[in-house]
């Protein structure tokens, strides 16, 4: 069965530093979105991705975060200067109408 | 403001009874009604999708119903058993077919127990 796989598992940075999360959405979806969970709380929307461009994105997604589908296959979520309140686990999901999220990279800033 | 509530405290229940998990929203009229089960440090893995005109969707023993008068979800898990052990969550979206968030509740942790 397809699957969503997120690189790497587990990331950690210093504060400041920039990090590239990684994703590969299932090959025949059209849409695809980033969420955060921080220990603990529920999960939130970042971004959604759609024909090359953000579709929505909420208020934590701000001039810190980036994505990009370089390629057909993968989807990346950059943080440009990461904060300690970056730390958590961030999951990709990609659908056609249901979502299916990745096992999620876990983020820890120190 | 959207608001989406699900009981907070653990549920513990027998091996063989049927668990009944909860979603309450306010302020909202989602299109669509998602289930997800999280396991610790896991991704959340679908379960379930109910639209807002369906009154109930079944998926071997897993039944959801959705009352948008009441503005609430319902899950069941009968014949429970110590693998469905988890966190459920309920998500709502607003549209389908399109690149739209899901909004998530807090999620509620199952127990079960032998």
């Known amino acids: 069965e397809p699957e969503v796989t997120q690189t790497p598992s587990h990331q950690v940075t210093q504060m400041g530093q920039e990090v590239i999360l990684r994703c590969v959405p299932i090959?025949?979806?059209?849409?695809f979105y980033w969420y955060r969970q921080i220990l603990g709380q529920k999960v939130e929307f970042l971004v959604s991705?759609?024909?090359?461009?953000?579709?929505?994105k909420s208020e934590i997604f701000d001039d810190q975060f980036s994505v990009e589908r370089p390629d057909g296959s993968n989807f990346t979520l950059k943080i440009r200067s990461t904060k300690l309140e970056d730390s958590a686990m961030y999951f990709c999901?990609?659908?056609?109408?249901?979502?299916?999220f990745g096992p999620g990279t876990r983020l820890l800033v120190l | 403001s959207q608001k989406i509530e699900q009981n907070s405290e653990a549920l513990n229940i027998q091996e063989g009874k049927t668990a009944t998990l909860t979603c309450n929203y306010t302020?909202?009229?989602?299109?669509?009604l998602q289930w997800y089960r999280q396991d610790p440090g896991r991704g959340p893995v679908f379960l379930l999708l109910?639209?807002?005109?369906?009154k109930e969707k079944r998926k071997e023993r897993l039944k959801v119903t959705f009352d948008t008068t009441l503005k609430q979800s319902l899950f069941h898990i009968t014949a429970s058993q110590p693998a469905d052990s988890a966190t459920y969550l309920c998500?709502?979206?607003?549209?389908?077919?399109?690149?739209?968030?899901?909004?998530f509740g807090t999620g509620t942790r199952l127990q079960v127990t032998l």
């Open positions: 999901a990609s659908s056609m109408e249901t979502q299916y």
């Open positions: 090959s025949n979806h059209l849409y």
């Open positions: 991705f759609y024909n090359n461009e953000i579709s929505e």
């Open positions: 302020n909202y009229s989602p299109a669509y």
């Open positions: 109910i639209r807002e005109n369906e």
């Open positions: 998500a709502l979206g607003p549209d389908t077919g399109t690149a739209s968030k899901l909004t």
